[in-house]
């Protein structure tokens, strides 16, 4: 019974990375090692001996166990990996705020020329009399 249930699951998880492949919601760069992971979970499921013997060679007891230190060990490379995505995807963040903040300067410099020049050209050109006549 737990077989045909494991098997379900694994090829919905599988079906689930690549309808988000699909819709670009996942980068192919993740997709790789999740399609690697639901390989991993329908095999086990389609053979279920598959982890007592891997467990056996190993040299551990409980083949559970093992399952259970392989999640972990996944679950610490998943995120030791996003945190690297994380601190890359801020410092890149703040070079292009500091980018943006130097055009908003650049760019109020440019108007204030701008606002100046076009102060400057406005004005009477009759040697700052006005127009004094009568």
Same mark, same amino acid.
């Given at each position: 019974?737990?077989?045909?249930?494991?098997?379900? @699951? !694994? &090829?919905?998880?599988?079906?689930?990375?690549?309808?988000?492949?699909?819709?670009?919601?996942?980068?192919?760069?993740?997709? /790789?090692?999740?399609?690697?992971?639901?390989? =991993?979970?329908?095999? #086990?499921?389609? @053979?279920? *001996?598959? &982890?007592? +013997? #891997?467990?056996?060679? #190993?040299?551990?007891?409980?083949?559970?166990?093992?399952? @259970? !230190?392989?999640?972990? $060990?996944? /679950?610490?490379?998943?995120?030791?990996?996003? %945190?690297?995505? /994380? %601190?890359?995807?801020?410092? +890149?963040?703040?070079? =292009?705020?500091? +980018?943006?903040?130097?055009?908003?300067? +650049?760019?109020?410099?440019?108007? $204030?020329?701008?606002?100046?020049?076009? *102060?400057? %050209?406005?004005?009477?050109?009759?040697?700052?009399?006005? *127009?004094? %006549?009568?």
């Amino acid at each position: 019974m737990i077989v045909p249930i494991g098997i379900g @699951f !694994a &090829l919905i998880i599988l079906g689930i990375i690549v309808i988000l492949l699909m819709r670009r919601q996942l980068r192919e760069k993740y997709a /790789l090692l999740w399609l690697l992971i639901g390989v =991993v979970l329908l095999a #086990l499921a389609v @053979f279920p *001996d598959l &982890l007592g +013997e #891997l467990a056996r060679l #190993l040299g551990v007891v409980v083949p559970s166990n093992l399952l @259970f !230190a392989l999640a972990v $060990a996944l /679950l610490i490379g998943v995120t030791l990996h996003l %945190s690297w995505e /994380l %601190s890359n995807a801020e410092e +890149e963040i703040r070079k =292009v705020a500091e +980018e943006v903040a130097i055009l908003r300067a +650049e760019v109020d410099q440019l108007r $204030a020329r701008q606002d100046a020049a076009m *102060d400057d %050209s406005e004005t009477p050109r009759d040697g700052g009399r006005g *127009d004094r %006549s009568g």
